[in-house]
Nanobody
Framework: QVQLVESGGGLVQAGDSLRLSCAAS????????MGWFRQAPGKERNVVAL????????YYADSVKGRFTISRDNANDTVYLQMNSLKPEDTAVYYC????????????????WGQGTQVTVSS
């Protein structure tokens, strides 16, 4: 079992930055690839960024490429999402998720989820 707790969301203006954190506890964090997903009201939960369990590879959705950065600290069992140049369309609940081994683009394959943190970007 892995417990994930997100933090760092909030209300910001367009162009501002936020850093989300996801603290993991339980099983060996370093053996899990991690992902950030987001879900806006009435929409599906979509991938934002992924990081391989090794930390060597990352993936970004086209909509956030160049603005968001995912990173992990295996010594402290934490994954981060640095979000710069935020836009109103980034407004959503952001979820941290863990999957054993290699990552997946599909939320349905992830084994563990956090409770989500709200990010609201005003124009």
């Amino acid at each position: 079992q892995v417990q994930l707790v997100e933090s760092g969301g909030g209300l910001v203006q367009a162009g501002d930055s936020l850093r989300l954190s996801c603290a993991a506890s339980g099983r060996t964090f370093s053996s899990f690839s991690m992902g950030w997903f987001r879900q806006a009201p009435g929409k599906e939960r979509n991938v934002v960024a992924l990081i391989h369990w090794s930390g060597r590879d990352t993936y970004y959705a086209d909509s956030v490429k160049g603005r968001f950065t995912i990173s992990r600290d295996n010594a402290n069992d934490t994954v981060y999402l640095q979000m710069n140049s935020l836009k109103p369309e980034d407004t959503a609940v952001y979820y941290c998720a863990a999957i054993r081994g290699d990552w997946s683009m599909s939320a349905s394959y992830y084994d563990y989820w956090g409770q989500g943190t709200q990010v609201t970007v005003s124009s």
